[in-house]
């Protein structure tokens, strides 16, 4: 059994954590999910168990829970197993870059199908908000093109 279940933070990563936690959910994610997310960066431990979680950020276990299994969902998070353990090692999800600018630019499409359709019902009496959903549109599409091109300029920069 690990002797470890609630693990030690500074005041300085605390303020940190909820402040990552309150930028988290102001980009529309749970409040237990954004803390446990911010702690698994700000941590000095990048792998910590459901016991070490719920302590450190005083959540309850279902609460923990159902935010592992958000974060987990949303490919947040991952986790490990140690051989002979039963127990979850739970870490942040780092992807590479490229795989997350892939990842945006699929979103990015996919909103912008969405909106195109939206376009393609709007009435011709609302003008001005069409106007603006169309200018969504064609800004999504910039994008679009223009994200990979920056992508790959980063990347020759690099060496």
Do not use: C
Request: proline residues 3%; neutral net charge.
């Amino acid at each position: 059994m690990n002797s470890r279940i609630s693990i030690q933070m500074t005041e300085k990563q605390l303020r940190l954590i909820e402040k990552l936690g309150v930028f988290y959910e102001m980009g529309g994610m749970q409040p237990a999910a954004a803390r446990i997310l911010a702690l698994l960066l700000v941590s000095d431990n990048t792998e910590l168990t459901f016991e070490e979680i719920y302590e450190t950020l005083h959540l309850s276990k279902s609460a923990t829970s159902n935010a592992l299994n958000v974060l987990l969902s949303t490919e947040k998070l991952e986790y490990i197993t140690q051989p002979g353990e039963r127990r979850r090692y739970f870490r942040f999800k780092i992807r590479s870059l490229k795989e997350g600018v892939q990842k945006s630019l699929e979103g990015i499409t996919a909103y912008n199908v969405l909106l195109k359709e939206v376009l393609a019902l709007r009435p011709e009496n609302t003008s001005e908000f069409y106007a603006n959903l169309e200018e969504s549109s064609q800004f999504l599409d910039f994008i679009k093109q223009e994200l990979p091109k920056l992508f790959q300029k980063w990347e020759a920069g690099k060496s």
